[in-house]
T-cell receptor, first 112, second 113 residues
């Protein structure tokens, strides 16, 4: 089966600009996760969806980050405006029953 | 919420040696403990997992042990090979889509030929 698809693979922007990431989970997976991974650290959960409802977004900086999951399938994560400290890899993952997570390759964001 | 501590942060071994990575968790309700391997430029990939009703699980050269009483679990890699070099992450959470997977900070394993 196809894995989790993410795009773009890399993105370089200047601070205060906006950026959007896209994720297509594995077909049939109800749970979708967005993680932020800063260099040298473990993944930190930003938001978790169960179908198209939000399970947890307590660590999402809501003044600049937003995310949606349309029709319980694809998802987009947006940052507006970006800050230097947002430079990180943004990982999308999905799972069928909230157990085994399958990750995409991630989007590496550099904010200059 | 859950808090996962992982040690060591870096582990350097010679090819053929064994490697052990340890994690502790705080939430006694956690019942699922996966281990992920992340190679450079790629997303984490699940390599082995264990549920709270099992004390040990083995898959070829890798094994995971769980001590529920002490709230710690470990990854064991035997006969290490250069291709085992990567960053390894542990995680702990309650299974089911309504619970939040929490990851450790990662261990960079370097296997010298």
């Amino acid at each position: 089966e196809a894995g989790v698809a993410q795009s773009p693979r890399y993105k370089i922007i200047e601070k205060r600009q906006s950026v959007a990431f896209w994720c297509n989970p594995i077909s049939g997976h109800a749970t979708l996760y967005w993680y932020q991974q800063i260099l040298g650290q473990g993944p930190k959960l930003l938001i978790q969806f169960q179908n198209n409802g939000v399970v947890d977004d307590s660590q999402l900086p809501k003044d600049r980050f937003s995310a949606e999951r349309l029709k319980g399938v694809d998802s987009t994560l947006k940052i507006q405006p970006a800050k230097l400290e947002d430079s990180a890899v943004y990982l999308c993952a999905s799972s069928r029953q909230g157990e085994k997570l399958f990750f995409g390759s991630g989007t590496q964001l550099s904010v200059l | 919420g859950e808090n996962v501590e992982q040690h060591p942060s870096t582990l350097s071994v010679q090819e053929g040696d064994s490697a052990v990575i340890k994690c502790t968790y705080s939430d006694s309700a956690s019942n699922y403990f996966p281990w992920y391997k992340q190679e450079l430029g790629k997303g984490p990939q699940l390599i082995i997992d264990i549920r709270s009703n099992v004390g040990e699980k083995k898959d070829q050269r890798i094994a995971v042990t769980l001590n529920k009483t002490a709230k710690h679990f470990s990854l064991h890699i035997t006969e290490t090979q250069p291709e085992d070099s990567a960053v390894y992450f542990c995680a702990a959470f309650r299974s089911g889509g309504s619970y939040i997977p929490t990851f450790g900070r990662g261990t960079s394993l370097i296997v010298h030929p």
